[in-house]
T-cell receptor
Framework: SQTIHQWPATLVQPVGSPLSLECTVE??????LYWYRQAAGRGLQLLFY??????ISSEVPQNLSASRPQDRQFILSSKKLLLSDSGFYLC?????????????FGPGTRLTVL | AQSVTQLGSHVSVSEGALVLLRCNYS??????LFWYVQYPNQGLQLLLK??????LVKGINGFEAEFKKSETSFHLTKPSAHMSDAAEYFC???????????FGKGTMLLVSP
């Protein structure tokens, strides 16, 4: 069966510090991978998605970036965090070749920027 | 552009009462429709989905939803609410050839004893 992991679970960082959140998927190959953010009262916002190694699509211009160094690894980064980067970050995957895009979510990372 | 509207950011019901969460989508092509549930500080969990075939879809925890093409709706229902149903619910839509889901803003379900 497939599983998705995110770490860390919680993170408190000062403004201006760097960020690296990691997501890995097990039990599948060539998945589509997604990063979402939930800020208070703002619903679910798609940040990046990737359909293959090195292929990243950005949905929202911001100071965040994403990379996919391996097939089942997706990393969300920032060089300098802003207060507005606080939120709950969710990684998700969908199966290769699935036409309906059913997505499976990780447990999330709670980021607080102070 | 595809969009999803969830009517009501908060819905309150009493334990044992009917749960009805509304979802409407905009589309000119056949959609794939999903309902997800999120408990506090957790990821989203798939409740049910409609892709093709039967328009009444049954999911986990006693929930079901009906795809109504003429109304462009996919409302979520449960005959009798439990305290454990208190959570946030998200409706989402996708289409063949697309790589992403479009989510509604979510509805928080509150269940009182």
């Amino acid at each position: 069966s497939q599983t998705i992991h995110q770490w860390p679970a919680t993170l408190v960082q000062p403004v201006g510090s760097p960020l690296s959140l990691e997501c890995t998927v097990e039990g599948t190959s060539n998945p589509n991978l997604y990063w979402y953010r939930q800020a208070a009262g703002r619903g679910l916002q798609l940040l990046f998605y990737s359909v293959g190694i090195g292929q990243i699509s950005s949905e929202v211009p911001q100071n965040l970036s994403a990379s996919r160094p391996q097939d089942r690894q997706f990393i969300l980064s920032s060089k300098k965090l802003l207060l507005s980067d606080s939120g709950f970050y969710l990684c998700a995957w969908s199966g290769p070749g699935r036409p309906n895009n059913e997505q499976f979510f990780g447990p999330g990372t709670r980021l607080t920027v102070l | 552009a595809q969009s999803v509207t969830q009517l009501g950011s908060h819905v309150s019901v009493s334990e044992g009462a009917l749960v009805l969460l509304r979802c409407n989508y905009s589309s000119s092509v056949p959609p794939y429709l999903f309902w997800y549930v999120q408990y506090p500080n957790q990821g989203l969990q798939l409740l049910l989905k409609y892709t093709t075939g039967a328009t009444l879809v049954k999911g986990i925890n006693g929930f079901e939803a009906e795809f109504k093409k003429s109304e462009t709706s996919f409302h979520l229902t449960k005959p009798s609410a439990h305290m454990s149903d208190a959570a946030e619910y998200f409706c989402a839509v996708s289409y063949s050839g697309y790589s992403t889901l479009t989510f509604g803003k979510g509805t928080m379900l509150l269940v009182s004893p």
